[in-house]
């Protein structure tokens, strides 16, 4: 499995910037969404800065990324994904008038 880990930008150059994610600190290429200013939070993969995030979001990918590290190990989870439990899942809205015609 290929997933994006939420950095933050410790230092930049421009091209290149040295982000951090818990005690992992990568050379990342920021080719892809152009230069950020130390502070900014990215979606990283395979080192390359695929986009911006921000603090709450990039904090939401981590906190799904330990559950499903959780989970496998047999340990709770569910306290790092308390906003998905208990309510119904919603469509995007791009989703809702197909959704809507197809169950008429």
């Known amino acids: 499995m290929c997933f994006g880990i939420p950095m933050q930008i ?3 150059d421009g091209i290149v910037a040295a982000a951090k994610a818990g005690d992992m600190v ?3 290429d920021l080719a ?3 230069p950020q200013p130390v502070g900014t939070h990215v979606l990283v993969y395979i080192n390359s ?6 603090a709450v ?3 939401q990918i981590t906190d799904a990324i330990s559950a499903v590290s959780a989970a496998a190990d047999g340990a709770p989870f569910e ?3 308390a906003d998905l439990v208990d309510r ?4 995007p809205a791009h ?3 197909a959704a809507k015609e197809a169950a008429e």
């Open 10 to 12: 410790t230092e930049s």
């Open 26 to 28: 990568r050379r990342i």
């Open 32 to 34: 892809l969404i152009g």
């Open 49 to 54: 800065a695929v986009r911006t995030l921000d």
């Open 57 to 59: 979001e990039a904090a």
């Open 79 to 81: 306290h790092l994904i």
């Open 88 to 91: 119904d899942p919603e469509l």
């Open 95 to 97: 989703l809702k008038p």
